[in-house]
């Protein structure tokens, strides 16, 4: 059974950073294509970041430059540094697999922006 797990979200001011984590256990990982996406509230769901397997990593042009997707095989573990943060980077942050063609979603995770 696949299971993916976030943390890592919360309250930060403008200008600050945090990291978001996913864990996955029941997958192949290291064939699997990773990506980190958002909803805010009254908007649809957008993708944030993608990381192919040997592939290229894919950006939202809202975040390039200021949030980076990475993986660590070892641990079964995507991250989403996010850095320089804006109010409107406010929103549920959700981690995706896609394994084959089977798409598997964390929970998702609150991250708000705010002074």
């Known amino acids: 059974q696949v299971r993916l797990v976030e943390s890592g979200g919360g309250l930060v001011q403008p200008g600050g950073s945090l990291r978001l984590s996913c864990a996955a256990s029941g997958v192949i990982f290291s064939f699997s294509t990773m990506g980190w996406y958002r909803q805010a509230p009254g908007k649809q769901r957008e993708l944030v970041a993608r990381l192919p397997s040997g592939g290229t990593t894919n950006y939202a042009d809202s975040v390039k430059g200021r949030f980076t997707i990475s993986r660590d095989n070892a641990k079964n573990t995507w991250y989403l540094q996010m850095n320089s943060l804006k109010p409107e980077d406010t929103a549920v942050y959700s981690c995706?697999?896609?394994?084959?063609?089977?798409?598997?979603w964390g929970q998702g995770t609150q991250v708000t922006v705010s002074s």
């Open positions: 995706n697999l896609d394994q084959f063609g089977s798409l598997y």
